[in-house]
C-alpha cells in the first residue's frame, strides 16, 4: 500500500553550527527504512512524467519500486543502464527543477525525494567491496574524450560499455573536472567521484592527466597521428568573467573558480597544504547562482567572521538551488540582495578594504523574462570586506577552438554543434558547458550520453 504522506522523509545532515566549521558532507543520507518509506510514496504512474524531467532518461519508477520492495541492488541495475554518475547525480543534480518538478506527488505535497532515492542506492553499491564489473569485448575502435567532467565522463562510459577503446585526456592532475574542482567536498566528497571514475576504469576507459589538447597535442593530432576515429569535446566553460569595475586586480579579489579550485582539488582548507589561500575575515561573494553559494560556504568554512553574498536581483531571482540557499541562510552567510557592486576599494598597501555598492530596484523583464535591475538613486554604500570572490559565470576556454581549424564558435566562445553533438568538423562532437556555457551537472551528462550514440552510429556508419 502506498506511503500517503504529503512530506519527505527529512534528509539527516549535521547541524548548521557544526558543518560550517568543517568540510565534511553535510548530508548524511537515508538509512534502509527511510528509503523504502519514502520509496513507498511513489505511485507508480502509468505515463512515468518524472522521466520526462531527467536528461538521461532513467526509469525513476522501476528503480523506486526496487527500493520499495528492499532490492537495491536491483534498483542500482536499472539506474545504471541510464547514468554512469548516479552517486553525483543524487547530491548535486537540481531535481525540483527536472524529475521531482513532474512528480504527481508534488500537486498536493511534496514530491518523492527521487534525488535522495538515487544517492541511497548508488552509496549502498559503492559500500560494497569487489563489485563485479562485466568488461565488453572491445571493438577495435578508438575515441578520444577532451575533459573529465560529467559530459566527458557519461560520453565515455556509455562509449566504453558499447565495447570502444576510450581514452580520457584531462588537463589537470586529477580526473572529474568541475566535480573535483568546482563543487565543495561538504557537498560531493571527493571519494565518490573517484569511485565512479574507478568504475568507468574497470570498463576499459583510459586516463591521461596533465593533458592540455591544443597545446600538448591538437585534436588534428589525436585523429591523424594516434588513430582516434572520433573525438568528442568536453571541456567545460572554465574561463572567468569578471565586472570590469574599478579594483578588480587588487589583493584579495579571486574569481570562485580560481578560489574553490584552490579549496576543492589543492585541499587549501587543510591545514598541511602547501596552497596558499587567503583567510579573510570579512568576504564578499559577488553573484547568486549555486557556485556562488558554493564559494560562500566555502569561506565561511575557512574562518571568515561575516560572508556576504552581494546579488542585483531579489530573492525569488536567486539562479542558485532552493535547498543550497538554505543552507546558506542556516550557516549563517549574509545576503544582501538588490546590490550591486562598483568598485572594490583599496588601503595603502593594495589589498581589498571594501567593496562600493549601489542600491538595485526591478523594473520591467529582460529578454530572459527575469525583471531588470535598475540603480536607485542617491543609494550607494560601503561593505567593509577583505576578500571580494566574483561569482558571475564563465566560458569555454579558447584553447581549443584557437588550435582546431574549421571548429565553428559562437560569438561569446561556445562550440556549435547540433542536436546529436555533431560540430563543424567531421568525427569531432562536444556538449556540455564548452557549448552551452556554464550550465548544471546532469544537463552535461545529457549532452555527452546523446554524444556516444551519435558516434557510435558514426563509426559504424565509415
Not at 568543517?22 to 527504512?33: D, I, K, P, Q, S
Given at each position: 500500500m502506498p506511503n500517503m504522506s504529503p512530506k519527505k522523509n527529512e534528509m539527516p545532515s549535521q547541524a548548521p553550527d557544526i558543518r560550517n566549521k568543517?568540510?565534511?558532507?553535510?548530508?548524511?543520507?537515508?538509512?534502509?527504512?527511510q528509503a523504502i518509506d519514502e520509496a513507498q510514496r511513489c505511485l507508480n504512474c502509468k505515463h512515468k512524467p518524472?522521466?520526462?524531467?531527467?536528461?538521461?532518461?532513467?526509469?525513476?519508477?522501476?528503480?523506486?519500486?526496487?527500493?520499495?520492495?528492499?532490492?537495491?541492488?536491483?534498483?542500482?541495475?536499472?539506474?545504471?543502464?541510464?547514468?554512469?554518475?548516479?552517486?553525483?547525480?543524487?547530491?548535486?543534480?537540481?531535481q525540483e527543477n527536472q524529475c521531482e518538478g513532474k512528480c504527481v506527488r508534488g500537486l498536493k505535497g511534496e514530491p518523492v525525494a527521487i534525488g535522495r532515492l538515487e544517492r541511497f542506492v548508488a552509496d549502498y553499491h559503492n559500500a560494497k567491496e569487489n563489485v563485479k564489473v562485466n568488461k565488453p569485448e572491445c571493438n577495435g575502435h578508438k575515441v578520444a574524450i577532451i575533459g573529465s567532467g560529467p559530459s566527458g565522463l557519461t560520453c565515455a562510459g556509455d562509449l566504453a560499455k558499447m565495447g570502444y577503446d576510450v581514452t580520457v585526456f584531462e588537463a589537470f592532475h586529477l580526473a572529474g573536472g568541475v566535480l573535483v574542482y568546482g563543487i565543495p567536498e561538504f557537498r560531493l566528497p571527493k571519494a565518490i567521484v573517484q569511485k565512479e571514475i574507478d568504475g568507468l576504469k574497470a570498463l576499459g576507459v583510459k586516463f591521461e592527466t596533465n593533458m592540455v589538447i591544443g597545446k600538448v597535442l591538437s585534436i588534428d593530432e589525436l585523429m591523424k597521428d594516434y588513430g582516434f576515429e572520433s573525438v568528442f569535446i568536453g571541456s567545460g566553460a572554465g574561463l572567468p568573467r569578471?565586472?570590469?569595475?574599478?579594483?578588480?586586480?587588487?589583493?584579495?579579489?579571486?574569481?570562485?573558480?580560481?578560489?574553490?579550485?584552490?579549496?576543492?582539488?589543492?585541499?587549501?582548507?587543510?591545514?598541511?597544504?602547501?596552497?596558499?589561500?587567503?583567510?579573510?575575515?570579512?568576504?564578499?561573494?559577488?553573484g547568486g547562482g549555486n557556485v556562488a553559494m558554493d564559494a560562500a560556504r566555502c569561506a565561511k568554512r575557512l574562518g571568515a567572521e561575516n560572508v556576504y553574498i552581494v546579488y542585483r536581483r531579489g530573492e525569488e531571482e536567486l539562479p542558485a538551488r532552493k535547498e543550497e540557499v538554505e543552507h546558506a541562510k542556516e550557516e549563517g552567510i549574509i545576503f544582501k540582495?538588490?546590490?550591486?557592486?562598483?568598485?572594490?576599494?583599496?588601503d595603502e598597501n593594495k589589498f581589498v578594504s571594501g567593496i562600493k555598492c549601489v542600491e538595485m530596484e526591478l523594473g520591467e523583464p529582460d529578454e530572459s523574462g527575469r525583471r531588470r535591475p535598475q540603480v536607485k538613486a542617491d543609494s550607494e554604500?560601503?561593505?567593509?570586506?577583505?576578500?571580494?570572490?566574483?561569482?558571475?559565470?564563465?566560458?569555454?576556454?579558447p584553447l581549443i577552438r584557437s588550435t582546431t581549424e574549421g571548429l565553428e564558435t559562437q560569438k561569446w566562445g561556445g562550440i556549435i554543434a547540433d542536436e546529436t553533438g555533431l560540430t563543424s568538423r567531421e568525427g569531432v562532437y562536444a556538449g556540455g558547458d564548452a557549448v552551452?556555457?556554464?550550465?548544471?551537472?546532469?544537463?552535461?551528462?545529457?549532452?555527452?550520453k546523446t554524444a556516444a550514440k551519435a558516434i557510435d552510429e558514426y563509426i559504424k556508419s565509415k
Open positions: 568543517n568540510f565534511l558532507e553535510v548530508a548524511l543520507g537515508y538509512t534502509e527504512e518524472c522521466v520526462t524531467g531527467c536528461p538521461v532518461q532513467i526509469d525513476i519508477p522501476a528503480f523506486i519500486k526496487e527500493v520499495a520492495e528492499g532490492n537495491f541492488d536491483a534498483a542500482y541495475d536499472v539506474i545504471a543502464k541510464s547514468s554512469s554518475l548516479p552517486a553525483v547525480c543524487g547530491r548535486v543534480c537540481p569578471f565586472m570590469n569595475i574599478p579594483g578588480e586586480n587588487l589583493k584579495g579579489v579571486y574569481s570562485a573558480n580560481e578560489f574553490l579550485t584552490r579549496v576543492n582539488l589543492m585541499k587549501a582548507y587543510k591545514e598541511d597544504s602547501t596552497t596558499p589561500i587567503q583567510h579573510a575575515k570579512n568576504v564578499a561573494v559577488v540582495l538588490l546590490t550591486n557592486p562598483v568598485e572594490i576599494l583599496p554604500f560601503t561593505i567593509d570586506v577583505d576578500s571580494v570572490i566574483m561569482s558571475i559565470g564563465t566560458s569555454p576556454n552551452t556555457g556554464a550550465a548544471t551537472v546532469i544537463l552535461a551528462m545529457g549532452a555527452g
